[in-house]
């Protein structure tokens, strides 16, 4: 006679075991995950960490008036004073080659940056006066170790006399590291040292105002109209399915629509964040109108059931009653659908967003470039120093990414709590 009791006592244990199984199954992969994300995140991290400070070169200029007209400070030839400055430190530097060598002690910025402190402080002229400036990329990467002086001297970019002198400097005290203002208050350059972010992180913002203040109204008026009003039809039916297929169309083909219409076709300015953002506003807009209509059918029918049936038109009933009601979701949808466009980078390329861009952009008009575009310049390059730039300004972009979310996150609960 089977022992009914038994076997089922053995079949739960082997449930309960599979359970278990399954629970550090689901536990080891979200443990993998994190480790994943933790690795990824903290060697960029590391990687970004040297562009926080930068290293600057104590200079002695001589401003007299043989040197600067107080009358006509702009018209100083201030490249011709920092030269002359850096042989009077270093009088051993007497061939053309080395004194070559010499002058990329400083960045090329450096001429500018004297000008600049000039303007600002009228009273350094009359006489010497020691000035704190930019150092180059080699002679930072140099003094922060990054450069192995180990090397035979044909296998690093920096010589052996620019090392004496670089140790001639640190003994006098004539080197100091502070804080990277630069990489967020400059523009995009040539020269690794004062390359900054600026002009990205405005064209990203002219961008994505554009491309919400046009997605944001089309996506939700387009998904009202069809949740609400659409009756259902054929060409609903088509409507509908052509908005899912456009979701997941690569957003490269939306780049070169925007580059057959918006700039082929209308001539509007070309890498400007008008284009760029109307690009990306067509990316967008299925996004937002799928998780739109989903908002819209989360909506108890009863809403706009007790709506109707207090004398409320069918427009007041969609209006005053489901859409407040909807309207977390919604804006939840677009903004994770405007963090998506703004880590795109194919569409803007496509529209000559890709564009060297020195000025920060002060209108949608202008020239502009976006992060996510900055990142893939600054990976091309071949200048070590923009390795750390390209980390630097993905740690940027996360930041922004996150902050969306956040926002996102933050609306939806303070309008669930209103509504």
């Known amino acids: 006679m089977i022992d009914f009791s038994k076997s089922a006592g053995f ?12 629970q550090w199954a689901g536990r080891s992969a979200i443990f993998i995950s994190l480790t994943f994300l933790v690795v990824m995140v903290g060697s960029i991290l590391m990687d970004a960490a040297g562009t926080l400070r930068q290293t ?7 401003l007299g008036p043989d040197a600067v007209d107080p009358d006509n400070i702009a018209g100083a030839r ?4 920092l030269k002359s400055a850096l042989r009077a430190q270093f009088p051993d530097a007497k061939k053309r080659k080395e004194k070559k060598k010499l002058y990329n002690l400083v960045s090329p910025e450096g001429s500018f940056e004297i000008k600049r402190q000039l303007i600002a402080n009228p009273d350094l002229l009359g006489g010497p006066q020691t000035l704190w400036l930019t150092a180059s990329d080699d002679l ?14 044909s296998q690093r970019r920096i010589s052996d006399l620019e090392v004496a002198w670089i140790d001639t400097l640190a ?15 400059n523009g995009d350059s040539r020269e690794p040292e004062i390359a900054g972010i600026l002009s990205a992180l405005v064209g990203s913002l002219f961008s994505l105002a554009v491309c919400f203040a046009l997605s944001f109204p089309i996506g939700i008026g387009a998904a009202i109209y069809l949740e609400e009003f659409a009756k259902p039809s054929r060409m609903s039916d088509l409507i509908e399915v052509n908005i899912n297929n456009l979701a997941a169309v690569p957003s490269i083909i939306f780049g070169l629509l925007g580059l057959s219409i918006f700039l082929g076709y209308m001539g509007m300015p070309r890498s400007s964040p008008l284009v760029g953002g109307m690009v990306l506003a067509l990316m967008t807009l299925p996004t937002i109108i799928i998780s739109a209509r989903a908002a819209l059918r989360s909506v108890p029918p009863s809403f706009k059931q007790a709506a109707l049936a207090l004398g409320a038109s069918p427009v007041q009933a969609v209006f005053h009653h489901v859409l407040p009601a909807a309207m977390p979701g919604m804006l ?13 980078t194919a569409p803007l390329l496509m529209i000559g967003m890709v564009a060297f861009v020195v000025d920060v952009p002060d209108s949608i008009l202008a020239p502009a470039t976006a992060l996510p575009v900055q990142i893939f310049l600054w990976a091309d390059s071949p200048e070590r120093a923009f390795t750390e730039k390209t980390a630097a300004a993905i740690i940027v972009l996360l930041i922004f990414l996150i902050a969306m979310n956040l926002i996102a996150i933050l609306l939806r609960r303070k309008l669930e709590q209103r509504f």
């Open 78 to 81: 201030f490249g011709k004073i």
């Open 140 to 153: 930072d990467l140099f003094y922060r170790g990054k450069s192995d002086a180990s090397l035979p001297e």
């Open 171 to 185: 003994q006098s005290g004539s080197l100091r590291r502070v804080l990277n203002w630069n990489f967020l208050t």
């Open 11 to 22: 079949n739960l244990i082997r449930r309960h075991r599979a359970e278990k199984r399954f």
């Open 56 to 62: 600057q070169i104590a200079v002695t200029v001589d």
């Open 332 to 344: 939840t949808g677009a903004i994770i659908g405007m963090a998506q466009a703004l880590g795109e």
